[in-house]
T-cell receptor, first 112, second 116 residues
């Protein structure tokens, strides 16, 4: 069973706050984890990827991976109204031809 | 943006008619994918290709076929469109499978297909 779960939201945070987005996955063999942002009516665009346990920072974004607990999270610091979008978690599934499975996405709304 | 062009961008067709969607890339990436995106289901893999003439099925392949005669082109065909195939279709490319070698998916702009 290949499952990637996310809270659908909407998640509402005030401008300037930290937004925390979570993703859990079922396949313990998964090795690659990606976060995409999708604005309404647009295509998904890559934010960042992570392969190793721990934190990875890129500007205002931090990805956190815990393979033992099978979750990956995305923190957005100093949230801006322009961050309002749907955030998709993608996980590679070895038993699925190494293809990616996407979570349903979490809709984030940053309130001015 | 990665050099990925999908055509057409919008299409309305009638039930039972054949439809072909085209994905063209200029990145010379080996892997190409077709996904559909529906409310409540997220992105689901239809078919993918790992080289010229090398394709395989994804999660929701019933009713769809694909062809890849050149590295740069990946075609998705609905042999006889049904209303359940009304969706937004995204093409994606990657240099390697499974995100290896820091190779994520890059998406085209999508095709909105409506089957009436």
């Amino acid at each position: 069973q290949k499952e990637v779960e996310q809270n659908s939201g909407p998640l509402s945070v005030p401008e300037g706050a930290i937004a925390s987005l979570n993703c859990t996955y079922s396949d313990r063999g998964s090795q690659s984890f990606f976060w995409y942002r999708q604005y309404s009516g647009k295509s998904p665009e890559l934010i960042m990827f992570i392969y190793s346990n721990g934190d990875k920072e890129d500007g205002r974004f931090t990805a956190q991976l815990n393979k033992a607990s099978q979750y990956v999270s995305l923190l957005i610091r100093d949230s801006q109204p322009s961050d309002s979008a749907t955030y998709l978690c993608a996980v590679n599934i070895p038993d699925y031809g190494q293809n990616f499975v996407f979570g349903p996405g979490t809709r984030l709304s940053v309130l001015p | 943006d990665a050099g990925i062009t999908q055509s057409p961008r919008h299409k309305v067709t009638e039930t039972g008619t054949p439809v072909t969607l085209r994905c063209h890339q200029t990145e010379n990436h080996r892997y190409m994918y077709w996904y559909r995106q529906d409310p409540g289901h997220g992105l689901r893999l239809i078919h993918y290709s790992y080289g010229v003439k090398d394709t395989d099925k994804g999660e929701v392949s019933d009713g769809y076929s694909v062809s890849r005669s050149k590295t740069e082109d990946f075609l998705l065909t609905l042999e006889s469109a049904t209303s359940s195939q009304t969706s937004v279709y995204f093409c994606a490319i990657s240099e390697a499978a499974g995100g290896f070698r820091n190779s994520p998916l890059h998406f085209g702009n999508g095709t909105r297909l409506t089957v009436t």
